[in-house]
């Protein structure tokens, strides 16, 4: 089957790095998403892996090792702001989103 | 990118009734889709919007249930049919253009509620 795994929920402070994982187990694999979701709002587009390596976007950074099936996503100089619900999706071989169950990221003064 | 937009924005609706959602996108979209997300959950694909043509629905959802009409590019209508309150869950309906990088932009989801 189709599996997506990230933690569901994760603490850092303001001004620090967190970084959250997912790992996956998909039929085929056509790259992958990271989203950001905000309490009652839609899900917006963060980034998309398709190669290995590391993509760096201003604060946010999305790493992808397809032999391993594991993307993480570098949040740096945390803001109040990026407390939201941070999405991991992998297009498969039909071109289809399998999503994770999102991970909730709480920031503390 | 592009921007999505749905209405309503949300209702309060009666077991056995039906409420139509639509979707609008401003620019040429290849792909539509529609999702479910219950409260703290993630999102749950019920079908692809196909223009001129029936829905591809996933596994769990029916077309007598979840009806979908998509008669131009830029539109789409989803109907929850005969409401239960297992049915309250907010409604997202997504666009893609099919060229890489593939993201999908969503709209900002109706919020429906089943009494």
């Known amino acids: 089957g189709q599996n997506i795994d990230q933690p569901t929920e994760m603490t850092a402070t303001e001004g620090a790095i967190v970084q959250i994982n997912c790992t996956y187990q998909?039929?085929?694999?056509?790259?992958l998403f990271w989203y950001q979701q905000h309490a009652g709002e839609a899900p917006t587009f963060l980034s998309y892996?398709?190669l290995d390596g590391l993509e760096e976007k201003g604060r946010f950074s999305s790493f992808l090792s397809r032999s391993k099936g594991y993307s993480y996503l570098l949040l740096k100089e945390l803001q109040m702001k990026d407390s939201a619900s941070y999405l991991c999706?992998?297009?498969?071989?039909?071109?289809?989103?399998?999503w994770g169950a999102g991970t909730k990221l709480i920031i503390k003064p | 990118s592009a921007v999505i937009s749905q209405k309503p924005s949300r209702d309060i609706c009666q077991r056995g009734t039906s409420l139509t959602i639509q979707c609008q996108v401003d620019s040429q979209v290849t792909m539509m889709f529609w999702y479910r997300q219950q409260p703290g959950q993630s999102l749950t694909l019920i079908a692809t919007?196909?223009?001129?043509?029936?829905?591809?629905?996933e596994s769990g959802f029916v077309i007598d249930k979840f009806p979908i009409s998509r008669p131009n590019l830029t539109f789409s209508t989803l109907t929850v049919s005969n409401m239960s309150p297992e049915d309250s869950s907010i409604y997202l309906c997504?666009?893609?253009?099919?060229?890489?990088?593939?993201?999908?932009?969503f709209g900002p989801g109706t919020r429906l509620t089943v009494t």
């Open positions: 998909t039929s085929g694999f056509n790259g």
């Open positions: 997504s666009g893609a253009t099919g060229y890489e990088p593939y993201e999908q932009y």
């Open positions: 999706a992998v297009m498969d071989s039909n071109y289809q989103l399998i």
């Open positions: 892996n398709v």
């Open positions: 919007a196909n223009q001129g043509s029936e829905a591809t629905y």
